[in-house]
């Protein structure tokens, strides 16, 4: 049972290239959701997917676009990277079902860099 | 709107110590859910704990307890006899009682602990 599991785990990219980073889980939980690190302000939400086929902005969602084609899967595109994308970027995963005193569990992070 | 406020950015402690971590909350929802995450130098998040709006029970797990207050819309974090390890970034985060288990999570307080 590996749990939250992000693809890549570092990156480096120019501005304006495209990359996808991948969250995969395999606790059968519904939802799930993407969030960015900066120094000094915690975590944002960006997207999040309260289950296969569906998505929904967060916080931050300018510049970034997501899939949930599959239940285990969530997908964060960037198709045009700025720097000010510069960031830790966290997967998070809940059961979901309308149970409110759920708890995410996190990927362990993908750190990424624009130039 | 700050809904989630750690106003201790830095703290450094020598080991064995006691330090409190403080976490202001906003929110209107009578039906909420409180968290605190650790995450260390490594840069995962570590589920500490949830509390839930209902319940202001004082908690203790170890060396580790918080001190939820409604009455002051508080949820400090306490460690008690500090070592090196329990050095990391520690997060205060809000669930507002949405079933779409969004997290607002506070700007984190960095706590260094010294041998």
């Known amino acids: 049972n590996a749990g939250v599991t992000q693809t890549p785990k570092f990156r480096v990219l120019k501005t304006g290239q495209s990359m996808t980073l991948l969250c995969a889980q395999d606790?059968?939980?519904?939802?799930m959701y993407w969030y960015r690190q900066d120094p000094g302000m915690g975590l944002r939400l960006i997207h999040y997917?309260?289950?296969?086929?569906?998505?929904a902005k967060g916080e931050v969602p300018d510049g970034y676009n997501v899939s949930r084609l599959k239940k285990q899967n969530f997908l964060l595109g960037l198709e045009s990277a700025a720097p000010s994308q510069t960031s830790v970027y966290f997967c998070?995963?809940?059961?979901?079902?309308?149970?409110?005193?759920?708890?995410?569990?996190f990927g362990p992070g993908t750190r990424l860099t624009v130039l | 709107a700050q809904k989630v406020t750690q106003a201790q950015t830095e703290i450094s402690v020598v080991e064995k110590e006691d330090v409190t971590l403080d976490c202001v909350y906003e929110t209107r929802d009578t039906t909420y859910y409180l968290f605190w995450y650790k995450q260390p130098p490594s840069g995962e998040l570590v589920f500490l704990i949830r509390?839930?709006?209902?319940?202001?029970q004082n908690e203790i797990s170890g060396r580790y307890s918080w001190n939820f207050q409604k009455s002051t819309s508080s949820f400090n974090f306490t460690i008690t006899a500090s070592q090196v390890v329990d050095s990391a970034v520690y997060f205060c985060a809000l669930n507002r009682g949405s079933t779409l288990g969004r997290l607002y999570f506070g700007r984190g307080t960095q706590l260094t602990v010294w041998p």
């Open positions: 606790m059968n939980h519904e939802y």
């Open positions: 997917s309260v289950g296969e086929g569906t998505t």
């Open positions: 509390r839930n709006s209902f319940d202001e």
């Open positions: 998070a995963s809940l059961r979901g079902g309308g149970i409110r005193a759920d708890t995410q569990y």
